[in-house]
């Protein structure tokens, strides 16, 4: 009894102990060094103009407020950090004026965008990895686990077809496949294909405007909770929930679907909103979305989405 104790009140010690590391350390927090900051907030934002040209048909002259504020915040920020927010912004600034120019589109917007990037053009020499690129589905999946992994980019161009449920549950039978902790197995995955209570889903989410009407598939995974006792499992369910959703998108990619996770970076209130209108049990902590479905066609556009150099993420200790 006294062991089962002082697990509860060490629960509550390591959840306030999360809670002051993360005040510490967010991203809003004025101890943390500002190039380290701006880093992922330039990046945050320039992905939202990447996201919105890789849509099937792009609103035309969208994000305007993203647009200036991503010119703005690259202006104060140091490149030396890591040039790859300059690369990503200037990428995806270059490919929305091409966009708007063949769509024989003219602004005042477009004029302050092309004058910005001329100013750059000597600070940071071409090509800019950022932007969209062309994406084909082959007809055979990816050989190899290489080819599989390079393969994988979010697909926002689907059709709405539900999937046979044979399949689906083929894609779940490779994706347990996922490493799990003592091989608990906690992760859940609950499938929708009614479109009413897709859109429900996904308003929820808030994330997938733009292509939410073309997804006829969704996957919320999720991980129960009473798998994981004590202070020091307090995060679990996230990892091996998250290794799960990552092999369910390579599972797609090997199925010939497009797949796109759907962040569920939400407060208690959404979450509860989103387990009573899917029908999942309180018992279950969410960890992501995945729309996924057949392409629209072979050929498709995505976003460039560039990685960090190697080095840039590498510790190596002696």
């Keep these: 009894m006294f062991s089962k104790l002082s697990k509860v009140v060490g629960i509550f010690s390591e959840a306030l102990r999360d809670a002051l590391l993360f005040l510490r350390f967010n991203s809003y927090s004025?101890?943390?060094?500002?190039?380290?900051?701006?880093?992922?907030?330039?990046?945050?934002?320039?992905?939202?103009?990447?996201?919105?040209?890789?849509?099937?048909?792009?609103?035309?002259?969208?994000?305007?407020?993203?647009?200036?504020?991503?010119?703005?915040?690259?202006?104060?920020?140091?490149?030396?950090?890591?040039?790859v927010p300059a690369h990503m912004s200037l990428?995806?600034?270059?490919?929305?004026?091409?966009?708007?120019?063949?769509?024989g589109t003219s602004d005042p917007l477009l004029d302050e965008i092309a004058t910005y990037l001329k100013t750059w053009e000597a600070k940071l020499p071409k090509p800019w990895m950022g932007g969209t690129r062309d994406y084909t589905f082959d007809t055979q999946p990816p050989?190899?686990?290489?080819?599989?992994?390079?393969?994988?980019?979010?697909i926002r161009a689907l059709r709405p077809t539900p999937i046979p449920g044979e399949q689906i549950v083929e894609a779940i039978a490779l994706a347990q496949q996922a490493p799990s902790q003592c091989n608990r197995q906690s992760s859940r995955v609950h499938v929708y294909q009614d479109p009413?209570?897709?859109q429900e889903l996904l308003a929820l989410q808030g994330g997938s405007r733009g292509f939410a009407p073309s997804v006829g598939n969704l996957f919320v995974v999720s991980s129960e909770i009473c798998a994981w006792g004590g202070p020091g499992q307090r995060n679990q369910a996230y990892v091996d929930g998250a290794l799960f959703a990552m092999c369910l998108m390579f599972a797609c990619r090997s199925m010939g679907w497009g797949a796109c996770p759907l962040n569920l970076a939400i407060d208690h209130k959404t979450e509860t909103a989103i387990?009573?209108?899917?029908?999942?049990?309180?018992?279950?902590?969410?960890?992501?979305?995945?729309?996924?479905?057949?392409?629209?066609?072979?050929?498709?556009?995505?976003?460039?989405?560039?990685?960090?150099?190697?080095a840039e993420i590498a510790t190596l200790h002696a």
Aim: proline share 8%.
């Design 91 to 103: 990428g995806a600034l270059e490919a929305y004026v091409a966009f708007h120019a063949q769509a």
């Design 196 to 198: 009413a209570r897709i």
């Design 30 to 83: 004025p101890f943390v060094d500002k190039s380290k900051r701006a880093f992922y907030k330039i990046i945050i934002e320039a992905h939202t103009i990447e996201k919105g040209l890789s849509l099937p048909a792009p609103k035309l002259l969208f994000g305007r407020d993203k647009i200036r504020f991503v010119m703005n915040a690259l202006s104060r920020y140091d490149i030396a950090h890591s040039p």
């Design 275 to 310: 387990r009573r209108a899917g029908g999942i049990p309180a018992g279950e902590r969410l960890i992501m979305m995945i729309a996924f479905g057949e392409p629209i066609a072979p050929q498709t556009r995505v976003a460039f989405s560039p990685r960090r150099p190697a």
């Design 143 to 154: 050989g190899t686990l290489q080819q599989l992994i390079a393969s994988r980019s979010s």
